[in-house]
């Protein structure tokens, strides 16, 4: 990759695989008819940005799925287990390719997520690998909500870059949402798109 000296990932969908359908599958089990219709609009979605940048409580959040989507009946535990559901595996194959990429390249982690999925994330990749942490595969980790800020927020992207002492035009950020790659190209960074069907080993690093 020519003048590229750092890259940045994003995690889900990139190195960690996702199914959303299994939280909107749960949670219609849980008595929630249209997860996207009751939580995507409006002030719902509202607390759910809130939550990927720390500013509700994993209880503030919870209280709030149980609010917005009428489960009176739903214990805490359901609803953290249906909003987890989403989270599958790590593919070795990736985590082998940090570990290589991370010979040549500096490279970091920048995530949109919240507490409840880091520690259940954390607990999946402590349970395939058996020791270390993904943390290790990175210089840096960056977790929206324990930053403060979220992709596609320019200022998140110039933030990484200025406390890692990176310059935009030496720096690939990866992700597989169009509009995160879009941020960090408006924030002059190189961006690679993960298209649907498309992932980290498709490409020659």
Same mark, same amino acid.
């Given at each position: ?5 750092? !890259? !940045? ?6 190195? $960690?695989?996702? %199914? ?22 409006? /002030? ?19 209280? *709030? ?14 609803? !953290? ?15 082998? $390719?940090?570990? =290589? ?34 943390? %290790? ?6 977790? *929206? /909500? ?8 320019? =200022? *998140? ?5 200025? =406390? ?10 990866? %992700? %597989? ?7 960090? =190209? /408006? ?11 498309? *992932? ?6």
């Amino acid at each position: 990759m020519q003048g590229v000296k750092n !890259i !940045i990932f994003d995690l889900g969908g990139v190195i $960690l695989n996702l %199914d959303n359908r299994r939280t909107e599958e749960a949670f219609a089990k849980l008595g929630v008819k249209n997860l996207r219709q009751s939580f995507g609009l409006g /002030h719902a979605d509202s607390f759910f940005k809130d939550y990927e940048v720390g500013k509700i409580t994993d209880q503030q959040f919870i209280d *709030s799925i149980r609010t917005m989507g009428g489960l009176d009946g739903a214990t805490d535990q359901e609803i !953290i287990d249906g909003w987890n559901a989403l989270l599958l595996d790590f593919p070795a194959e990736r985590i082998g $390719l940090l570990k =290589e990429l991370g010979k040549s390249y500096r490279i970091f982690l920048f995530s949109n997520t919240n507490s409840l999925h880091l520690a259940a994330l954390r607990n999946i990749y402590t349970q395939t690998f058996k020791s270390g942490t993904l943390d %290790d595969h990175f210089e840096r980790t960056y977790y *929206s /909500h324990l930053l403060g800020m979220r992709k596609p927020d320019k =200022e *998140s992207y110039e933030y990484i870059l200025r =406390e890692n002492g990176l310059e935009g035009q030496e720096t690939l950020f990866v %992700d %597989d949402a169009i509009v995160n790659v879009e941020g960090a =190209e /408006h924030a002059g960074l190189k961006g690679l798109y993960l298209r649907p069907g498309i *992932s980290l080993l498709d490409f020659q690093w």
